[in-house]
């Protein structure tokens, strides 16, 4: 349980630590960055004007039978505009926006030449707009129907134009700035799901804050059992005292005293490796590496349940142990394997 444990919140840590780097650079970047780099409507121009129909004049501007076609959908604002030099209706529902031409009421359909004549009169840059190309995976980022054309540019930004073709509107211009500002964005909100919308509370930011609890728990878990083992067990002056005057006397693999050692820790690995490194690790002491495998010659403690894992039953009878995982022992403890006695030589 304890390996499942310490297993569960190293790769928590690595999900929610990276999260959270990805959080702190695309804050920063948002915080270092020209916002005018950032800003789509460089040669963006406005190009529509609006009159707002009130509801009583309905019958005097002939528009009675579309409101009765949409008689199923509620009814929010109708809206009197210029398009293309012509008059249009825009009829804005709890559904979705509706366009029709003012001379007789037939849906608004608007051909590539039209799409193209709107794009340049929305755009005063230098670049030459391209035929528009579909870009219906786009329209739900930009409110737009599924009509949503998409039209490019070759000037210095790479500005694209985003036009409705259901309706006429230009939903927005983009560009290089923009789209990192969008990309940054994501990344900053955990917003990796297209049909998240405009909420902070979807599925992705729902995922990793329960992670990040798991790994609250995952750390509560370990540090708990840590405590009951002693690992965090705080020391008093007599107990300091009457640690100095115990002492570790490490051997060779063969028996040969290398050194006596005074208690100055509560940790046996810690203890080893006072004031320089006896023992190597690669976990720092957290029981996954295995490596500072030590002999305990005077009544070996029980096992952990890394030990359990990491040493064969044979090295446990032998009184092999991880000195990471017990208090500090006195008496005799000795290097298991060549290797480490080499390593003791070269400190």
């Not at 007789?104 to 590539?112: T, V």
């Not at 927005?172 to 902070?200: T, V």
């Not at 804050?209 to 708990?224: E, N, P």
């Not at 990491?310 to 009184?319: D, I, M, V």
Request: proline fraction near 4%; charge should be positive.
């Amino acid at each position: 349980m304890m390996i499942q444990a310490r297993t569960l919140h190293r790769w928590l840590g690595l999900i929610v630590g990276g999260q959270m780097l990805i959080w702190i650079v695309t804050g920063l970047a948002f915080n270092l960055v020209n916002e005018d780099y950032f800003n789509a409507n460089h040669y963006r121009t406005g190009i529509d004007t609006s009159t707002l129909v009130k509801q009583g004049e309905n019958e005097m501007l002939d528009i009675k039978p579309v409101l009765t076609q949409l008689a199923n959908e509620s009814v929010q604002s109708v809206t009197l505009e210029t398009l293309l030099g012509h008059p249009i209706f825009r009829i804005k529902t709890t559904a979705a926006t509706h366009s029709y031409w003012g001379a007789d009421l037939s849906p608004l359909r608007l051909s590539k030449q039209q799409i193209k004549q709107l794009a340049q009169a929305s755009y005063n840059g230098p670049g030459l707009i391209s035929p528009p190309q579909p870009a219906a995976d786009e329209a739900q980022k930009y409110a737009a129907s599924p009509m949503l054309l998409r039209l490019d540019t070759n000037d210095e930004l790479a500005t694209s134009i985003y036009i409705d073709g259901n309706t006429g509107e230009v939903k927005a211009h983009e560009n290089r700035g923009s789209r990192l500002k969008q990309l940054l964005f994501m990344l900053h909100f955990i917003d990796y799901f297209p049909s998240n919308g405009l909420s902070f509370n979807h599925l992705a930011v729902r995922i990793v804050a329960l992670l990040a609890f798991i790994l609250g728990v995952s750390g509560m878990t370990i540090m708990v059992r840590q405590m009951k083992a002693g690992h965090y067990r705080l020391i008093n002056n007599k107990q300091s005292n009457k640690q100095e005057n115990q002492q570790i006397i490490l051997l060779s693999p063969q028996g040969e005293i290398l050194e006596h050692l005074t208690l100055h820790h509560l940790n046996l690995l810690d203890n080893l490796n006072h004031k320089k490194e006896r023992i190597r690790t690669q976990c720092g002491g957290g029981g996954q590496c295995g490596m500072c495998r030590i002999k305990i010659l005077n009544n070996p403690p029980q096992p952990t349940q890394e030990e359990l894992s990491k040493l064969r039953p044979q090295h446990l009878e032998e009184g092999i142990r991880l000195s990471c995982q017990h208090l500090n022992i006195s008496g005799e403890v000795s290097l298991i394997s060549a290797a480490q006695l080499r390593h003791w030589n070269m400190q």
